[in-house]
């Protein structure tokens, strides 16, 4: 192989796993340009992710309402699926980082898409050519169209277990005192209060914003794609996942499923009967 050649070779082993994210050396590391040793001490865990996905720091304002979206995720109880795998994986003998892989893999669409969901359906409503000057008929109209393709539940709005999620209320409020200070412009907190409306005028009953509808706003305020926000809420719960992993782990227990086996699940099937001659494989 000719000098020409290896390096060529050279080239394309060095940009196989091209990134900007981090540039390491012996003894050097460095996050998007800036030295490990400067950012230690400096800034905090939200300040991190926004540096890591977005590639410049964030201001203090924008940081502080990020990581207030990613406090209020971070737990919603045993009864939450990913939440009892966790506990569930432990208890089957896994140890803390498979009980996470776990847990975290169930996070797709139904259980923990909602936010990237709602994220989507905000961007569908603000792309709509009369939502800046009539964003009530506008969100409106973008709901028929998903009631008529037959969606029958709105992400981030209504909860199964919450008439009204205390959640959302003091993330809103944050949410305005960034407007009105100018950290953000308030484009989504519109919409998103658009659909609530929406739906209190086409519903028997209100259906109220709940977590993923408030963090939803905050998200596409601060600028995150959608897929990012399911990320960001996978980041949230994997801290709840982790401390129920842990848990579970000084608690003990062997094999645990969903429900105490002194409590019988339905069974739905044939009753009882016996095995029939072989011959007659299909009894009537």
Known sequence: MSKTEDAELL??????????????????????????EQLIGKVGFADMIWLMLRGELPTRAQ??????????????????????????????GLPVNGAMASAVNVLDDVHGGAGQQCMELYREIEAEPDAEADLPRA???????????????????????????????????????????????GRFARIGRAVESALRGSRSRPIPMN??????????????????????????????????????????????????????????????RELPERGDTNPQ
């Open 139 to 185: 969100a409106a109209r973008v709901l028929e169209r998903h009631r008529a393709a037959g969606d029958k539940i709105v992400p981030g709005f209504g909860h199964r277990f919450h008439p009204i999620d205390p959640r959302t209320e003091p993330l809103f409020a944050l949410v305005d005192r960034a407007v009105a200070d100018g950290v953000v412009e």
């Open 211 to 272: 977590i993923d509808g408030i963090t939803a706003v905050i998200f596409c305020e601060l600028g995150f794609e959608p897929e990012l926000g399911r990320g960001l809420f996978v980041l949230s719960r994997s801290v709840g996942i982790l401390a129920h992993a842990w848990e579970q782990k000084q608690q003990g227990g062997r094999i645990k499923g969903p429900m105490p086996k002194e409590i019988d699940y339905r069974y739905a099937g044939p009753p009882r």
């Open 63 to 92: 940081s502080s309402l990020l990581e207030a979206a990613l406090v209020p995720g971070v737990d919603h109880g045993p009864h939450a699926p990913s939440i009892a795998i966790s506990r569930m994986a432990v208890s089957c």
């Open 11 to 36: 080239r394309k082993a060095s940009d196989w796993w091209t990134t900007s994210i981090i540039d390491i050396h012996p003894g050097q590391i460095a996050i998007r340009g800036y030295p490990i």
